[in-house]
């Protein structure tokens, strides 16, 4: 499968702009006539589809720079479908500076209890880093894919994928730890950006699976939705573990909402969507050999870790467990911002030059091909064995 079949995915969404247009707007619309009704529920809405499809798309535009640092060969074809997840950065930043704007609606800073705790809380330096932050991390992704199509990328992809786990840590510790003055937590910010990636891999996968020809590669995107299902299962037990064995009452508080009725099932569900769940259903061979079985998968994990965010962020506010107009219309409306923009993303990525050999750092001998040396295909990516093109 050649890179310009698979980023015809893009594309051939475009053609379709007018009805992805209509669901934008359908949702922009169930949001605001949910807005006069509960307006703190709708714009902490808007908060929770932010913090899940900004690290989303984040995530996704990078995968490919992770997997060139682990020295892997095998994105070639699939990598462009991923990197136009970029054209993702302008829709997070004006959602950022919209929140930014209409924070007294519904954050919690306004408590007397934070008063007094200097500069760093400060809701308008709040935003500035995070702002800040946000943007240094789509200049360093534009970066590394402007790079890699030029057969490079290896510093670019070091300073992107450190600077994605910094940004995304500084936010979960600003917008959502944030929203709790008495709750902190060392461990949170890692496993954030670490269910982060596990998102971007199962929207990675959702994207390219269901054109994808080579039972290997549906196998690797496979054991990479199984490993970082596992890493973020890991993460939230060591963060879990230290709050129960301690007993330590900064951080109990946390647990106690979400360990108890009315969460209590809510937590249960993610038990079986993101931790236990995935690595259930994968170990298994028959699923991860199959492509209609790895896209329910990544869809499934998709759907559980927006219930994750959820479930981050309503409890600490006093919200009740129920999804309602404002949470459903508000991911309608980034679901749709999110393929538009990267339909048009994936129009300034057509052919390119360079050779994934050389974005891996290793010798294009090490990448045979029928008619020896490193093919590239029309994606600027290096086709090896059966994805070399005679």
């Given amino acids: 499968m050649s890179s310009s079949e698979n980023m015809a995915i893009l ?39 932010f ?52 924070w007294p609606q519904w954050a919690t800073w306004s408590d007397p209890a934070r008063q007094g705790l200097g500069f760093w809380l400060d809701p308008n330096f709040i935003f500035i880093r995070d702002l800040a932050s946000l943007a240094v991390l789509w200049v360093l992704t534009l970066w590394f894919i402007c790079a890699r ?57 959702l994207l390219t699976l269901w054109r994808m020809t080579e039972l290997q590669r ?19 037990f060591s963060q879990l573990l230290p709050i129960w064995f301690e007993n330590l009452p900064q951080e109990v508080r946390f647990v106690t909402v979400r360990m108890n009725p009315p969460w209590q099932l809510i937590s249960v569900v993610l038990l079986a969507t993101v931790y236990v769940g995935p690595l259930a259903l994968l170990i298994w061979r028959g699923v991860k050999w199959h492509r209609l079985p790895m896209m329910l998968v990544s869809l499934y994990v998709l759907a559980g870790t927006w219930i994750e965010r959820w479930w981050e962020v309503t409890p600490t506010v006093g919200g009740r467990p129920v999804v309602g107009l404002a949470e459903l219309g508000m991911a309608l409306a980034f ?17 390119s030059s360079g050779c994934a050999a050389r974005v891996a750092g290793v010798s294009p001998a090490r990448f045979p091909t029928a008619g020896g040396g490193c093919a590239t295909t029309a994606g600027g990516d290096c086709a090896t064995g059966s994805e070399a093109k005679p």
């Fill in 51 to 102: 913090i899940y499809f900004c690290p989303l798309a984040a995530g996704m535009a990078l995968w490919p720079a992770i997997v060139t640092l682990a020295r892997g060969r095998w994105t070639g074809p699939y990598a462009p479908t991923a990197m136009a997840a970029v054209g993702f950065g302008p829709v997070s930043l004006a959602t950022l500076a919209v929140l930014w704007r209409c």
């Fill in 218 to 236: 549906v196998r690797d995107m496979g054991n990479l939705v199984l490993a970082f299902s596992i890493l973020t299962t890991y993460m939230m």
């Fill in 335 to 351: 679901i749709s911002a999110m393929v538009l923009s990267m339909a048009v993303a994936a129009r300034f990525l057509g052919p």
């Fill in 11 to 49: 594309p051939g969404l475009m053609r379709r702009w007018w009805l992805w247009a209509v669901l934008l707007a359908a949702g922009l619309a169930a949001w605001s006539y949910a807005l006069p009704a509960d307006a703190p529920r709708a714009w902490r809405a808007v908060l929770i589809n």
């Fill in 149 to 205: 199509r030029r057969g490079g990328g290896g510093v670019s992809s070091v300073l992107a994928v450190v600077w994605f786990c910094l940004a995304f840590t500084l936010i979960a510790g600003d917008l959502v730890m944030g929203l709790d003055v008495h709750w902190y937590s060392t461990l949170f910010g890692g496993y954030f950006f670490m269910s982060a990636l596990l998102t971007a891999v199962a929207g990675w996968a």
